[in-house]
């Protein structure tokens, strides 16, 4: 130990002489600082965030940690790689930095800990660019917090010269490529420009762009390599009829493919309205299951005839969605030992029922589960699928109610029921993977309305293997009697004795029974009673607050009758069809009312005429609202509805303004008056008709007391 000691102390002797050197500390090898390359003059259009990217390098390899100091230092960001960001993009007549004279002063400083930080002193001239300007305003529209935030922004369509200058961010066809006007009627109409909506100076409308009349143009916009940052891509359309022609698409792109893939379309169906003209023209893809990818975002109107144009505007992300849901997007995923049903398998996927995230589907995604399938983790739901090799799948999870709560738990015991979010029925069959249970076992599949009574029930009597095996797995219901209704679907275990598990997997809607095996499963079809009918929503959503003091239903005219009082046209009606008219794409329950062809269109669209008014009920405080779904007429007092006390005194009147539209088209068309003033009171609804001539028409259904707002 004393030797140890004695070594030490001569080593720090000699290095306080100095050692070999003579005690000139000179001689030592020194660090050097980091050395910059000068970008040299920096000068950037007004309304840019990208300003430069500096580089720099260590002589001595070292890692150099970058800041930004100087006058205007605070108004700029610098990244690790030497990128310099405006934190906010600059305005040319309204300059930010110190001296307001639009030339920016910042200094790089790079310090790698070990030598003398090199300093790289920066002037940013700022340029005036007019046709970069971006308007922070919008026009019969509302706006979010989110709606202009530069990294949110996808394409604000502001300057479409500029927009086909970048052929690496678009791609153009047709009228988009071959003119720059592209909101001919909007600024060319003085009918329409006073009530057109757009968010910034401008929108974009199809109809008579370039002058080529209404129908006739057509084109794309494709905005490539879009990465999704955001739960949702928010925009504003309007036009077309529903068909396949007109619309926007989101795209994808797997890995090692270089064919691009369709993952969400829509087709906007609202041809009256040639501009965007408010909030109801918002529309949004679910994107959450795609954060971090890139996609395409397509816009496109290949029709010609019957309205044929789309009108459009400000595509941006954000986690605030607004409008229409046009669909929740996922990437394609890998099938394992099961055949899929090409893209509508996952087009058509019910919200988030590839089962591939459990948490978000709880917590984000409106899924309610019970008992096993309450506050799941990433794999809990997976059960045997998760752990056995010859199980099969599409993607990379699937559920299993065997060993649910981990491996070696026990294979029946596990209950529990795992709920969908309402969704809207399209197609004719709903298909699903499904295996386990046994005869009169209690676990499967229900279909329900949003209120929760159930439509159909289906159980497979397949019990072992735990899992699902292969394509004689898929499963189908004919779900068609539900087309455009909303509805749910809930996975059920309630079985926990032998053979009492379920395995299933790729919830989705098809125009086809899925059966690639010849062997699948008919899960049977759902049948609706009245009963069944009067509580689902057609085009429209409802809750349990719809149906608790409904005031009208009218799914039949002649019981209605006899509870309502009815004058002109209305009297005594000859079936329970004789108020539907053109009413009936929109509803709740069997039937809608419409003046429009009423009575087996013994008077055509305007001409009839008349009043129905409810029998006398109170107003319950709890339940204040008077919520109905109203459409038709255009604002002249001359039909909607009215609220009457019990003496006749009107309370409230309501008058719709969707002439163009001649039957109740969706949500978009939900009225709300409150009666909180009349709490205890006494109070009656009369719905009229008093014009025979043009618009004279009014659409109705559905006249309910509740405790939320519809509207």
Same mark, same amino acid.
């Given at each position: 130990?004393k030797?140890?000691?004695?070594?030490?102390?001569?080593?720090?002797?000699?290095?306080?002489?100095?050692?070999?050197n003579?005690g %000139?500390?000179?001689a030592l090898?020194?660090?050097?600082?980091?050395?910059?390359?000068?970008?040299?003059?920096?000068?950037?259009p007004e309304?840019?965030r990208?300003?430069?990217?500096?580089?720099?390098?260590s002589?001595?390899?070292?890692?150099?940690?970058?800041?930004?100091t100087?006058?205007?230092a605070?108004?700029?960001?610098?990244?690790?790689?030497?990128?310099?960001?405006?934190?906010?993009?600059p305005?040319?007549?309204?300059?930010?930095?110190a001296n307001k004279?639009?030339?920016?002063?910042?200094?790089?400083?790079?310090?790698d800990s070990?030598?003398?930080?090199?300093?790289?002193?920066l002037?940013i001239?700022?340029?005036?660019?007019?046709?970069?300007?971006?308007?922070?305003?919008?026009t019969n529209?509302?706006?979010?917090?989110t709606?202009?935030?530069d990294?949110?922004?996808?394409?604000?369509?502001?300057?479409?010269?500029?927009?086909?200058?970048?052929?690496?961010?678009?791609?153009?066809?047709?009228?988009?490529?071959n003119?720059t006007n592209?909101? %001919?009627l909007e600024y060319?109409?003085?009918?329409?420009k006073?009530?057109?909506?757009?968010i910034?100076d401008?929108?974009?409308?199809?109809?008579?762009i370039?002058?080529g009349?209404?129908?006739?143009?057509?084109?794309?916009?494709?905005i490539n390599?879009?990465?999704?940052t955001?739960?949702?891509? &928010?925009?504003?359309?309007?036009?077309g009829n529903?068909?396949?022609?007109?619309?926007?698409q989101?795209?994808?792109?797997?890995p090692?493919s270089?064919?691009s893939?369709?993952?969400?379309?829509?087709?906007?169906?609202?041809?009256?309205?040639?501009?965007?003209?408010?909030?109801?023209?918002?529309?949004?893809?679910?994107?959450?299951?795609?954060?971090?990818e890139?996609?395409?975002?397509?816009i496109?109107?290949n029709a010609?005839?019957?309205?044929?144009?789309?009108a459009f505007d400000?595509f941006?992300?954000t986690?605030?969605p607004?409008?229409v849901?046009?669909?929740v997007l996922t990437?394609?995923?890998a099938p394992?030992?099961?055949?899929?049903?090409?893209?509508v398998?996952?087009?058509?996927?019910?919200?988030?029922a590839?089962?591939?995230?459990?948490?978000?589907?709880?917590?984000?995604?409106?899924?309610v589960?019970?008992?096993?399938?309450?506050n799941?983790?990433?794999?809990s739901w997976?059960?045997?699928?998760?752990?056995?090799?010859t199980?099969?799948?599409?993607?990379?999870?699937?559920?299993?109610?065997?060993?649910?709560?981990?491996p070696?738990?026990?294979?029946?015991?596990p209950?529990?029921t795992?709920?969908?979010?309402?969704?809207?029925? &399209?197609d004719?069959?709903?298909?699903?993977?499904?295996?386990g249970?046994?005869?009169?076992?209690?676990?499967?599949?229900?279909?329900l309305?949003?209120?929760g %009574?159930?439509?159909?029930?289906?159980?497979?009597?397949?019990?072992?293997?735990?899992?699902?095996?292969?394509?004689?797995?898929w499963t189908?219901?004919?779900?068609s009697a539900?087309?455009?209704?909303?509805?749910k679907?809930q996975?059920?275990?309630?079985e926990?004795?032998?053979?009492?598990f379920?395995?299933?997997d790729?919830?989705?809607?098809?125009?086809?029974?899925?059966?690639?095996?010849?062997?699948g499963?008919?899960?049977?079809?759902?049948?609706l009673?009245?009963?069944?009918?009067?509580?689902?929503g057609?085009?429209?959503?409802?809750t349990?607050?719809?149906f608790?003091?409904?005031?009208?239903?009218?799914?039949?005219?002649v019981?209605?009758?006899?509870?309502w009082?009815?004058?002109?046209?209305?009297?005594?009606?000859?079936?329970a069809?004789?108020?539907?008219g053109?009413?009936?794409?929109?509803?709740v329950?069997a039937?809608?009312v419409?003046?429009c062809?009423?009575?087996?269109?013994?008077?055509?669209?305007?001409?009839?005429?008349g009043t129905? &008014?409810?029998?006398?009920?109170?107003?319950?405080?709890?339940?204040?609202y008077?919520n109905?779904?109203?459409?038709g007429?255009?604002?002249n007092?001359?039909v909607g509805?009215?609220?009457l006390?019990?003496?006749?005194?009107?309370?409230?009147?309501?008058?719709p303004?969707s002439c163009?539209?001649?039957?109740?088209k969706?949500?978009?068309?939900?009225?709300t008056?409150?009666?909180?003033?009349?709490?205890?009171?006494?109070a009656?609804?009369?719905i009229?008709?008093?014009?025979?001539?043009?618009?004279g028409?009014?659409s109705?259904?559905h006249?309910?007391m509740?405790?939320?707002?519809?509207?």
């Amino acid at each position: 130990m004393k030797k140890l000691v004695f070594l030490l102390s001569l080593s720090v002797v000699l290095a306080a002489c100095g050692g070999g050197n003579g005690g %000139n500390p000179s001689a030592l090898p020194q660090p050097h600082s980091p050395v910059f390359v000068d970008p040299g003059s920096i000068s950037v259009p007004e309304l840019t965030r990208d300003v430069t990217k500096v580089s720099v390098s260590s002589p001595d390899n070292n890692n150099i940690k970058l800041s930004l100091t100087g006058p205007d230092a605070s108004l700029f960001s610098i990244t690790g790689d030497g990128s310099i960001r405006f934190a906010i993009p600059p305005n040319y007549l309204k300059p930010a930095d110190a001296n307001k004279d639009n030339v920016y002063q910042v200094t790089v400083v790079a310090d790698d800990s070990y030598s003398t930080p090199a300093t790289l002193p920066l002037s940013i001239k700022v340029t005036s660019c007019p046709t970069c300007h971006v308007a922070n305003t919008a026009t019969n529209v509302t706006t979010d917090d989110t709606t202009f935030v530069d990294e949110n922004v996808i394409a604000s369509f502001e300057f479409p010269a500029q927009i086909q200058k970048d052929t690496v961010k678009y791609t153009l066809t047709g009228a988009f490529a071959n003119t720059t006007n592209w909101n %001919n009627l909007e600024y060319n109409n003085p009918t329409l420009k006073p009530i057109a909506a757009r968010i910034g100076d401008a929108s974009v409308s199809t109809c008579e762009i370039g002058g080529g009349g209404c129908d006739a143009p057509t084109g794309s916009i494709t905005i490539n390599d879009v990465t999704v940052t955001k739960d949702s891509i &928010t925009f504003l359309m309007s036009g077309g009829n529903g068909g396949p022609d007109v619309g926007a698409q989101v795209l994808y792109t797997p890995p090692g493919s270089t064919v691009s893939q369709v993952i969400g379309t829509y087709n906007p169906n609202s041809c009256g309205d040639p501009v965007l003209k408010g909030d109801q023209h918002y529309v949004n893809f679910d994107t959450s299951g795609l954060i971090g990818e890139k996609v395409q975002i397509k816009i496109f109107d290949n029709a010609t005839s019957g309205c044929g144009f789309v009108a459009f505007d400000h595509f941006y992300q954000t986690d605030k969605p607004r409008g229409v849901n046009a669909g929740v997007l996922t990437k394609p995923l890998a099938p394992v030992k099961v055949t899929v049903e090409g893209p509508v398998t996952f087009q058509k996927m019910i919200p988030f029922a590839s089962f591939e995230n459990p948490v978000d589907m709880v917590t984000k995604r409106g899924w309610v589960g019970t008992g096993a399938f309450a506050n799941p983790t990433a794999t809990s739901w997976q059960g045997t699928t998760g752990t056995d090799p010859t199980a099969a799948r599409v993607g990379d999870r699937a559920i299993s109610t065997c060993e649910i709560a981990g491996p070696g738990t026990p294979c029946d015991s596990p209950v529990g029921t795992l709920t969908s979010p309402a969704f809207k029925v &399209t197609d004719a069959y709903f298909n699903f993977l499904m295996h386990g249970g046994g005869a009169g076992k209690k676990v499967g599949m229900r279909i329900l309305d949003t209120l929760g %009574n159930v439509l159909l029930s289906y159980s497979p009597d397949s019990c072992g293997p735990s899992f699902i095996q292969n394509d004689d797995d898929w499963t189908h219901i004919d779900i068609s009697a539900l087309n455009s209704a909303y509805i749910k679907t809930q996975l059920f275990d309630e079985e926990t004795g032998g053979c009492g598990f379920v395995s299933t997997d790729q919830w989705y809607q098809s125009a086809t029974a899925w059966n690639p095996s010849g062997k699948g499963k008919d899960g049977g079809k759902v049948s609706l009673t009245p009963q069944a009918t009067a509580k689902l929503g057609f085009n429209v959503t409802v809750t349990a607050d719809a149906f608790t003091q409904v005031i009208g239903d009218f799914d039949d005219a002649v019981a209605a009758a006899q509870v309502w009082t009815a004058t002109g046209d209305f009297a005594n009606p000859a079936n329970a069809d004789a108020w539907k008219g053109v009413s009936g794409s929109a509803r709740v329950g069997a039937r809608a009312v419409s003046t429009c062809e009423m009575n087996g269109n013994n008077k055509g669209c305007d001409a009839s005429t008349g009043t129905l &008014t409810s029998p006398l009920f109170t107003v319950d405080a709890s339940r204040p609202y008077l919520n109905l779904l109203m459409s038709g007429g255009n604002a002249n007092g001359t039909v909607g509805l009215k609220v009457l006390d019990a003496s006749g005194a009107v309370l409230a009147t309501y008058t719709p303004n969707s002439c163009g539209q001649s039957s109740i088209k969706d949500d978009g068309n939900w009225v709300t008056i409150d009666l909180t003033k009349q709490a205890g009171k006494q109070a009656k609804v009369q719905i009229f008709d008093n014009e025979a001539g043009g618009c004279g028409f009014v659409s109705f259904d559905h006249v309910y007391m509740g405790a939320i707002r519809k509207k």
